[in-house]
């Protein structure tokens, strides 16, 4: 008779496995953009842009919807400087009367048609319930006419500067400003350093005297 076989001993028990900890998601904040000053929007102008992308916005520069004439002129060609051209020559300064007046007849138009707006409504008063809508309507957009007479008043006064030759300097240095800076803001007084110790000035002190140069 064949001996019984030993009993088999018997395994541990396995050790449950630790527990991983797992972290909270964090919540993710979209970058905040930093605040688009005078030059910022200067020096973005100058950099040159793709023949094909300057093209479209060309093209698509009277259509666009909404063009706020506050910010600049609509429809501005970029001006082709010759290697060998002087600074603020004949057709740099015709290309810039162009813009100028052209500007300040756009700007006429929008002050004349939002005027004569205004009128049709006053001669048709609201449901008294939608009186008070209209008058804030009113009063922003009386405010949003008066800042293009003041930036009208630049433009003419742009357009004397190409007259008597000064246009295209500095107020402060006398350096030239810039045909880039210049197709930005046309009605621009100021060259790029100049303008950064005004925006220094401003935010020390809290001073914006002139928001149009």
Avoid at 28 to 45: D, E, G, K, L, S
Avoid at 156 to 169: H, Q
Wanted: net charge neutral; proline share 9%; charged share 35%.
């Amino acid at each position: 008779m064949a001996p019984a076989a030993p009993p088999k001993a018997r395994s541990k028990p396995r050790a449950a496995a630790a527990a991983v900890p797992v972290a909270a998601p964090q919540a993710v904040h979209p970058p905040v953009a930093p605040p688009v000053t005078a030059i910022a929007v200067a020096r973005a102008a100058s950099r040159p842009r793709p023949q094909a992308v300057q093209s479209a916005l060309n093209e698509d520069e009277d259509e666009r919807p909404g063009h706020n004439l506050l910010l600049g002129p609509r429809n501005v060609r970029p001006y082709l400087e010759r290697s060998d051209e002087a600074y603020m020559s004949q057709h740099q300064l015709a290309h810039f009367r162009t813009i100028l007046n052209s500007w300040k007849r756009d700007l006429m138009e929008e002050v004349d048609r939002t005027m004569n707006h205004m009128k049709d409504e006053a001669a048709n008063p609201p449901d008294p319930n939608d009186r008070a809508s209209l008058e804030s309507e009113f009063a922003l957009e009386l405010r949003t006419r008066d800042r293009e007479r003041k930036l009208i008043r630049k433009i003419e006064e742009a357009l004397g500067r190409i007259d008597d030759g000064s246009y295209g300097y500095c107020l402060e240095t006398g350096e030239p400003i810039g045909v880039k800076r210049l197709e930005a803001r046309p009605v621009a007084t100021l060259c790029i350093e100049a303008q950064e110790r005004r925006e220094r000035r401003e935010k020390q002190y809290g001073d914006r005297d002139d928001w149009y140069r």
